[in-house]
C-alpha cells in the first residue's frame, strides 16, 4: 500500500523561509515522478512543482519560480520542497502526490493517483 506523509509546515513570516518533506511509503518512489500541489482556502488546488523520478528534470509554476525547490532522495523515499521568500499569497495546505498518468500535463491533478493528506503553511504579513 501506497502512503505519503507531509511534514515542515507551520508558521513563518513573510520573506522567510520553509522546507516541506514527503516520505513514501510503497515500492514505487524511485519510479515515479513526483508533484507538490497546494490549496488555499476557497481556491481550486494549484500545482506548485514537479520533479522526475531521476531528480533530473525539475518543473515549476511561474508563481514560485526562483522562490521554491523541488528535490528528491530516492535512497529515503522522501521528496522536499524547499520554500524561500515566502509570501501571504503562498498560504496553503501543500500537498505531494506521485504522478500515475501522462494522458495530461504534469500540472493536472487528474494525472497523479496517490497524495499525501497535506501540512499546512501559514505565511504572516
Known amino acids: 500500500q501506497v502512503q505519503l506523509v507531509e511534514s515542515g509546515g507551520g508558521l513563518v513570516q513573510a520573506g522567510g523561509s520553509l522546507r516541506l518533506s514527503c516520505a513514501v511509503s510503497?515500492?514505487?518512489?524511485?519510479?515515479?515522478?513526483m508533484g507538490w500541489f497546494r490549496q488555499a482556502p476557497g481556491k481550486e488546488r494549484e500545482y506548485v512543482a514537479a520533479?522526475?523520478?531521476?531528480?533530473?528534470?525539475?518543473y515549476y509554476a511561474d508563481s514560485v519560480k526562483g522562490r521554491f525547490t523541488i528535490s528528491r532522495d530516492n535512497a529515503k523515499n522522501t521528496v522536499y520542497l524547499q520554500m524561500t521568500s515566502l509570501d501571504v499569497e503562498d498560504t496553503a495546505i501543500y500537498s505531494c502526490?506521485?504522478?500515475?498518468?501522462?494522458?495530461?500535463?504534469?500540472?493536472?491533478?487528474?494525472?497523479?493517483?496517490?497524495w499525501g493528506q497535506g501540512t499546512q503553511v501559514v505565511v504572516s504579513s
Open positions: 520533479i522526475e523520478n531521476t531528480g533530473d528534470r525539475t
Open positions: 502526490a506521485v504522478r500515475r498518468w501522462y494522458s495530461g500535463g504534469r500540472q493536472e491533478p487528474s494525472q497523479y493517483g496517490y
Open positions: 510503497g515500492n514505487i518512489f524511485n519510479t515515479h515522478d
